[in-house]
């Protein structure tokens, strides 16, 4: 038996407002397991935060539907045999390892009640058909189902980073690693796609945050929630992994359309934009990290971003002596070509028909779906 994480976000800045704490609500967090075991331990990241959070009650239970869960097996969770704990700025925990039974493609939830007013800063935003929570007003951690008139939906997974099951040797999960693509649909299209497998062994992680770029990372209130730069982020989500044999990358192209010039935007100069190379510089660091953790490494090429509002043929050129570099690239176990799949043979600076959301830059939800079939090709060869 084995430890292996069959959920996981990444922990990246959440936007800055006016009502950035809360007190007295409960974070209920749906998660489907991609296989079974008998025990379970939680990951909690407080590592963006400036100042302590208390997690008051924390409980893992069998979800019956999106809001009602199965208190008859219920389970608190503890924290050195307690049933709170408040996590340092900057630090992640992992709770004690609590008895509680796991099927295969079952949904469990987790439920974070915080009582006293607490930082919302350790956060990540996270779409898809398997993401998605909510918050309630009260103590809920033992509540069968949250109280609709004092519930609301969210994306925003706060502190909640990781679940590891124990489960059998031959288990094993899959990291989706980047940005802002990442963090929609297709990672949970990929697992979907493994789960159909009634003798799936594959979970999929999924290590993403909007806005985030390899090489640069901004330092003001007004883009901080675009998260932290990869020297920063990659190789502390990828090390709190438990099980994992391969890292899928996708990242790049918000280095590329990011920098615009001071004169259009004080927080976005152009001596931000890098060139290939270094930007290759950038990847070449991620793919050396995770051979240190003895992992596979899979590329996936950038996506076009024809339209796109700061769009500009040397942003195009760029894109694509980043994308070449990748398709020859000899320093990993993979290339997923995402770029060739979903460009328009026609124009083949754009998304093809149908694979474009609106905005020019993000697929839309059929794209991702070719994405996820792509990659669980690649990651079952």
Not at 104 to 131: N, Q, W
Not at 219 to 248: M, P, Q, W
């Amino acid at each position: 038996m084995k430890w292996v994480t069959v959920w996981g976000n990444a922990t990246s800045v959440a936007e800055h407002r006016p009502e950035t704490y809360a007190r007295d609500i409960t974070l209920r967090y749906p998660v489907t397991c991609a296989f079974g075991g008998n025990r379970v331990r939680l990951h909690f990241s407080n590592f963006c935060g400036t100042e302590p959070v208390t997690l008051t009650q924390v409980s893992v239970a069998p979800a019956i539907s999106d809001r009602e869960i199965n208190l008859k097996d219920a389970s608190l969770v503890t924290f050195g045999g307690s049933e709170s704990v408040t996590i340092g700025a900057g630090e992640e925990i992992v709770s004690d390892e609590i008895a509680f039974r796991v099927k295969p493609k079952g949904k469990i939830s987790v439920s974070i009640y915080l009582k006293d007013f607490t930082l919302m800063r350790s956060a990540v935003v996270i779409t898809g058909p398997l993401s998605g929570g909510f918050y309630s007003l009260g103590n809920c951690a033992l509540t069968s189902v949250v109280p609709l008139e004092a519930t609301r939906t969210t994306n925003t997974y706060y502190f909640l980073t990781g679940l590891d099951v124990l489960t059998d040797d031959n288990n094993r999960c899959v990291i989706c690693y980047g940005d802002s693509i990442t963090s929609q649909s297709w990672p949970d299209y990929l697992a979907k796609l493994c789960m159909e497998d009634p003798y799936n062994t594959t979970a999929v992680v999924r290590r993403a945050a909007s806005g985030t770029r390899v090489l640069r990372e901004y330092h003001c209130i007004t883009y901080e929630s675009y998260g932290l730069c990869g020297k920063n982020r990659f190789e502390r989500e990828i090390s709190t992994v438990s099980g994992a044999d391969t890292v899928i990358i996708q990242q790049g192209i918000n280095d590329i359309i990011h920098p615009v010039g001071t004169d259009v935007n004080p927080f976005r100069p152009m001596s931000d934009l890098p060139t290939a190379r270094q930007l290759e510089e950038g990847i070449e660091y991620y793919i050396q990290t995770a051979k240190k953790y003895g992992l596979k490494v899979l590329l996936g090429t950038l996506l076009p971003i024809y339209g796109w509002r700061t769009y500009a043929p040397f942003r195009e050129e760029l894109k694509d002596e980043f994308n070449d570099w990748v398709r020859n690239c000899k320093l990993v176990d993979g290339v997923l070509d995402f770029e060739q799949i979903l460009k328009s043979k026609e124009n083949g600076f754009a998304f093809a028909e149908g694979y474009d959301s609106g905005d020019h830059l993000h697929p839309a939800e059929e794209a991702y779906k070719q994405m996820a079939l792509l990659t669980f090709g690649g990651i079952n060869k």
